[in-house]
Structures are given as C-alpha cells and as structure tokens.
C-alpha cells in the first residue's frame, strides 16, 4: 500500500480536509513517489517511513526548491506517518510502523514588505480625489 492510497482512502476523510489541503498534500506526496521512484524504481510504500529515508528527501527538497517547501513538506508527510503509527500500520516485513524523530526544519521567516509612509500618503491623497 502506498502512502498516497492510505492519503486518499484513509486520512483525507477521517480528517475532513477540504480541496486546498487535499492538493497540499498531494504535492508532497508526489514529488516523495518521484524521490523513491528515483532510488527505488517504485512509489513510496508505507515501508519507506523510516527516519532516515524521509530525512533525505527533506534535505534533497531543501536543495532542490527552499527550506520553507521542505519544512512544509515535513510537517505534512510526519501528520501522515503519525496517522500510520496511531493505527498500527505494518511494513511488509510485518513490523510495525514507528512513530516519527525527524529534525525539525527552521524556515527563515520572511521580511515583511510594508507600505512607506509617502506611499501611504500618496494612495490617500488619490483616494480623496474620488467621487
């Protein structure tokens, strides 16, 4: 069973996640089949949720787009695996699926962009000048 089946047919549901949150997670979950797709020939199964498999997809996301998309991707792939855990999911070796000890990612935050005060000033002066 793949990560996405157990998406899909389990966790999107019991959660009630509306449109947005269900294509969130879909991109996670795809470019992590394209990274096991990339070093496994397959999608990821639910065997894949180990510590160290997810932790170097987190760092190849980082590498490849920003460190605020992997630590996204984080928190969603870890609400997924918990999920696993909390139901006891098995691996095809009939182990149980652990719960996750991922690194937290710290994302820079970003500098907020505001309005000078002369643009502020000018956008008001401009208004007056409406009906």
Known sequence: MTL???FR???AP?????????????????HF????????????PI???TDLEVARFLADRARATSTASAARDRVQLLALWRYCA???YKRSDGSMVD???VPIIRA???????????????????????D
């Open 108 to 130: 820079p935050r970003r500098t907020p962009v505001a309005y000078t005060v002369i643009e502020v000033a000018l956008m008001i002066r401009a208004a007056k000048k409406l």
């Open 4 to 6: 996405f089946d157990v």
């Open 33 to 44: 089949d394209r990274f096991m797709i990339a070093r496994e020939g397959r999608p990821a």
């Open 99 to 101: 719960f996750p000890e």
């Open 86 to 88: 909390r139901k006891r």
């Open 14 to 30: 019991f959660h009630r996640l509306g449109q947005k949150s269900v294509n969130c997670y879909s991109v996670t979950l795809r």
């Open 9 to 11: 047919d389990e966790y």
């Open 47 to 49: 065997d894949n949720l």
